[in-house]
């Protein structure tokens, strides 16, 4: 796996993923940026955020669940001293669909957070505190 990122200017920067995909990240004006884009602390939240909804929605279609939508929303906070790491990480999941069973969801959420989402993985072996919960909507 490659990426690379390249400084366009102020705090801007171009990154670009090895499969070709490109997007802006940028600061917030009072550290020289102009807001164009996320921050790269906030690219790498909604990184594992992906990764881990990937892995949900991949075991639940194993399992012939009828998933219409999985949203993950992520809370994370950030030690106050330099470097500002992420120290704790919730993620609650909203996973619609139709006769979803709880059981199967839970376990979904577990095989990613304990087995398959390597981001979070990562971050889990590099201290941070990563929580999960969980609610089903029937559509």
Not at 60 to 66: N, P, Q, S, V, W
Not at 85 to 99: D, E, L, N, Y
Request: hydrophobic letters at 40%; glycine letters at 10%; aromatic letters at 6%.
């Amino acid at each position: 796996m490659k990426a690379r990122v390249r400084w366009t200017d102020g705090r801007q920067f171009v990154a670009e993923s090895g499969s070709g995909h490109s997007l802006v990240m940028d600061g917030p004006p009072d550290h020289g940026g102009r807001n164009t884009g996320p921050r790269p602390m906030e690219m790498l939240l909604m990184g594992m955020g992906g990764c881990t909804a990937f892995d949900i929605l991949n075991i639940l279609d194993k399992a012939r669940a009828d998933v219409t939508d999985c949203v993950a929303e992520i809370e994370a906070q950030r030690a106050e001293e330099t470097p500002a790491v992420f120290t704790k990480i919730h993620v609650h999941f909203v996973v619609s669909g139709r006769a979803l069973k709880e059981k199967q969801v839970k376990r979904a959420v577990e095989l990613s957070a304990e087995k398959y989402c390597s981001a979070s993985i990562m971050l889990v072996r590099g201290g941070v505190d990563i929580t999960h919960s969980f609610e089903i909507i029937d559509v």
